[in-house]
Nanobody, 116 residues
């Protein structure tokens, strides 16, 4: 399975961005898709996930501002990010896995920079 993320960029605080991550290859076994992020000098942290059933999970820091969705027909996961803050600046990585809440594959990352 290969993952390719799109949509990063520079946005002003309070603005919005939409990230996309397209999966290709043997995607039929993928149950979990999600997003993690890594800010400079920080460890990678969980952002949001969505199961093939549609169940979603969010980090407390993005709850109510970010929305994860999934198009199973296109094998694509999206992350709509609203009310962006400088603390959201990071490289965002999409992941996918066969298990529930586990990740076997990672994309290359896309940089989101929020300017204040």
């Amino acid at each position: 399975v290969q993952l390719q993320a799109f949509g990063g960029g520079v946005v002003q605080a309070g603005g919005s961005l939409r990230l996309s991550c397209a999966a290709s290859g043997s995607t039929f076994s993928i149950h979990t898709m999600g997003w993690y992020r890594q800010a400079p000098g920080e460890q990678r942290e969980f952002v949001a996930s969505i199961y093939s059933s549609g169940t979603t999970n969010y980090a407390d820091s993005v709850m109510g501002r970010f929305t994860i969705s999934r198009d199973n027909a296109k094998n694509t996961v999206y992350l709509q990010m609203n009310s962006l803050q400088s603390e959201d600046t990071a490289v965002y990585y999409c992941g996918a896995g066969r298990g529930w809440g586990t990740y076997d594959y990672w994309g290359q990352g896309t940089l989101v920079t929020v300017s204040s």
